[in-house]
């Protein structure tokens, strides 16, 4: 399975934007997807995750309300529209895929990455 995220950019505070990810490789259906960010100086943190049929989500509190994941198993492909963002947003953004089962929220539960889009929100 091969990730590719894009739709990063510059925004000002309270904007928005929609990340892609598109997937590559055998069977997106029985994928469960998600998305992490990384911040300058800072480890790793979960974002938000989607189940095979996107059915179920999870959301980390900081963006819950704010940010949305979804999926469309036709085009292979994860997205998540953030919005109202702040400038505590910017970050590395990673999607995540894995075959194991349920929301998950831990990077160790994935086994394929995404290059990374960077998002910057100014304020």
């Known amino acids: 399975v091969q990730l590719q995220a894009s739709g990063g950019g510059l925004v000002q505070a309270g904007g928005s934007l929609r990340l892609s990810c598109a997937a590559s490789?055998?069977?997106?259906?029985?994928?469960?997807m998600g998305w992490f960010r990384q911040a300058p100086g800072k480890e790793r943190e979960f974002v938000a995750a989607?189940?095979?049929?996107?059915?179920?989500?999870y959301y980390a509190d900081l963006v819950k309300g704010r940010f949305t994941i979804s999926r469309d198993n036709a085009k292979n492909s994860a997205y998540l529209q953030m919005n109202s963002l702040k400038p505590e947003d910017t970050a590395v953004y990673y999607c995540?895929?894995?075959?194991?089962?349920?929301?998950?929220?831990?990077?160790?539960?994935?086994?394929?990455w995404g290059q990374g889009t960077l998002v910057t929100v100014s304020s």
């Open positions: 995540a895929a894995s075959y194991r089962l349920g929301l998950l929220r831990y990077d160790y539960d994935y086994d394929y």
């Open positions: 490789g055998r069977a997106f259906s029985s994928l469960r």
């Open positions: 989607i189940n095979w049929s996107g059915g179920n989500t």
